[in-house]
């Protein structure tokens, strides 16, 4: 299902691209072609509107109307085994993937690695 949205989405980038899409009009016709019609159907219709016929879900909202979506609804996209729609806008809609948490970098520069020395007692400083 994923990567239908993903074809949907570069369809709609090459659309919405004009008038120099990144994809050249065979790799449309290839896209079109590998769509099931009826999921097409609504795109297209989407798309004759002006709109976007997918629509980016940031942190539980709809990019497309900027409506919260119901957690029901984020959940079936998380586990990507069904499209969803908006109800509000009826755009697909795309859940961005939620770039993995980086590693926090150290800011200090990494100590040399102290070895398993056991830390003598800690001398108090003079106040
Ligand atoms: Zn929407």
Request: aromatic share 4%.
């Amino acid at each position: 299902m994923k990567e239908l949205l993903l074809k949907l989405l570069k369809l709609q980038a090459a659309e919405f691209d004009k008038p120099t899409p990144k994809i050249t009009a065979a790799e449309i016709a290839e896209i079109r072609a590998s769509v099931p019609p009826t999921i097409l159907g609504h795109y297209d219709r989407l798309v004759a509107r002006g709109k976007r016929g997918v629509a980016i879900v940031r942190n539980q909202v709809c990019t497309g109307c900027h409506m919260r979506l119901p957690i029901g609804t984020i959940n079936t996209l998380m586990q990507g085994t069904d499209i969803q729609l908006c109800d509000t806008c009826g755009r697909y809609l795309w859940l961005e993937e939620t770039p993995v948490a980086p590693e926090p970098e150290p800011v200090a520069p990494a100590k040399p690695a102290a070895k398993a020395k056991r830390r003598k007692k800690v001398a108090h400083a003079p106040a």
